[in-house]
Nanobody
Framework: VQLQASGGGLVQAGGSLRVSCAVS????????MNWYRQSPGKQRELVAS???????NYADSVKGRFTISRDNAKNTMYLQMNSLKPEDTAVYSC????????????????WGQGTLVTVSS
């Protein structure tokens, strides 16, 4: 099982960017999916999360600007980032809680590689 993040890049302040995270491999189901970010000298921060049923939560710093969504048929999660600020510059990483077997129901924690988002002022 792998998580593949993509879509990062360089954008000017006030601009928009969408990052994606796709789950590949043999899974039974994907429970919660999360976006984290980390910039140099700072602790990793939970940016947004979404449950399998679509319930979302956001960090206060991104509320009203970022939207998390997922396509369960494709096991893919998205983060639409609008009105970007220089302080949003970070490596964005995706995380998912995944059930591998219908019989054990145990959730495993998987991480994707980060994708760099740079917002210029």
């Amino acid at each position: 099982v792998q998580l593949q993040a993509s879509g990062g890049g360089l954008v000017q302040a006030g601009g928009s960017l969408r990052v994606s995270c796709a789950v590949s491999g043999s899974v039974d189901s994907v429970a919660s999916m999360n976006w984290y970010r980390q910039s140099p000298g700072k602790q990793r921060e939970l940016v947004a999360s979404i449950s399998s049923g679509g319930t979302t939560n956001y960090a206060d710093s991104v509320k009203g600007r970022f939207t998390i969504s997922r396509d369960n048929a494709k096991n893919t999660m998205y983060l639409q980032m609008n009105s970007l600020k220089p302080e949003d510059t970070a490596v964005y990483s995706c995380n998912a809680k995944i059930q591998l077997s219908h019989f054990t129901r145990k959730l495993y924690d998987y991480w994707g590689q980060g994708t760099l988002v740079t917002v210029s002022s």
